[in-house]
């Protein structure tokens, strides 16, 4: 393994591997990735995999608008052969009651003054979109034909290849265990294969990045929270978008085999590491789901999982370095949206290591924005 490099990142999720190619692009020097299991095993493999520009913060508009436009032609933007599975079938989100209603619709002002072609539908026009969508007491919903889906894996592959052919190297089985500092400096990074020194790392554990944060003496407001999601046997395409409804708190979408693939969020998930699948949610997941979606209810389910959501206190992620440890960033908290925000923000987190202008201001996303009050707080989640 080699014993030296400029930058080091940890974790080989989407953001570890968008922001190690990045780096190297832009002329970083010798960039490593170590990724204590394999590519992708961690959210990353296990998530949703969609992609929408309809938030409601501007900060979540403006990074989930750039990404998705660098996801509709990744492969040529990174000279790779990955068919990253890049697909617009829409996202219809369901608002029920006066408060949702109007927020959706503060959402949609905010959404078009970012040129984010999203539309309010009436509960009949939503069932032009799924036809059989239980409508009850729905107020309408909005609606953007361009947001859809990728396949995470490759997504994440297609980086990771443009990352090696820019001499990134990439360790996968391989953890790490410690970061040496001395006096406000990183020396080096401390893994089960060896120490590789450097001083400059990027934290981009996911889940784990307050365990990584705390290896390096920095506490990040960070903690993960389990998420399942299950997946139905296949039937003939039926329905076109991710179809979500805060209000039940789910999102359910067909993928392009035929599976329905669907996941709720507990209010009540501890926090903690635990990944096992819940027969809990199997049966929550069921009930809430066959009441937008009736005739669901006779699917088989075949398969189960579980992955770890990062979570922040306001949603949004933390992009930055610490003011004790100068040359420790990190790129992580994204809650349930990072893979679909992972192009712009390798190449944001990549800019800012470098001191570069960055595409779009980051500084306010530190994690010094806990202390002064200023949140971005998103109320459009699962
Ligand atoms: C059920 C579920 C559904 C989701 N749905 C969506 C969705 O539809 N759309 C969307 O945009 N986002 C979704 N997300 C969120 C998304 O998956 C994450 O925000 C995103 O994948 C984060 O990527 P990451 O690279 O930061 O983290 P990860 O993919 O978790 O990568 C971090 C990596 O760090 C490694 N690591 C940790 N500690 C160490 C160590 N000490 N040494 C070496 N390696 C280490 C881990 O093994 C892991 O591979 C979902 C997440 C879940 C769990």
Known sequence: MINAADVVVIGGGVIGCSTAYNLAKLGAGKVVVIEKGYLASGATGRCGAGMRMQWGTETNCLLSRESVKMLSNLPERLDVN???????????????????????????????????????????????????????????????????????????????????????????????????????????????????????????????????????????PIFPERHEILVTEPVDPTMGPMVMSFYHNLYCQQSPHGSFIMGIGHPNEPEGFDIRSSWQFLRDMANRLVDILPPLAGLNVIRQWAGLYDMCPDRTPILGNSPQLKQFYTAAGFSGHGFMISPITGQLMAEMILGKPTTFPIQMFDAGRFERGELFVEPSVV
């Open 82 to 220: 990955v068919d990253i599975e890049f697909t617009q079938n829409g996202y219809l989100l369901l608002a029920y009651g006066d408060k949702m209603e109007d927020q959706f619709k503060k959402n949609l002002t905010l959404q078009h003054s970012l040129g984010i072609p999203s539309r309010w539908v009436t509960p009949q026009e939503a069932l032009e979109i799924v036809p059989f969508l239980n409508t009850k007491d729905m107020r309408g919903a909005t609606y953007c034909a361009e947001d859809g889906h990728c396949n995470p894996f490759k997504v994440t592959e297609a980086y990771a290849q443009a990352a090696k052919n820019l001499q990134v190297e990439i360790y996968t089985d391989t953890e790490v265990e410690g970061i040496v500092t001395k006096n406000g400096q990183i020396l080096s990074v401390r893994t089960n294969k060896g120490d590789i020194h450097t001083n400059t790392v990027v934290n981009a554990a996911g889940g784990y990045a307050k365990t990584v944060g705390r290896m390096a003496g920095i506490e990040l």
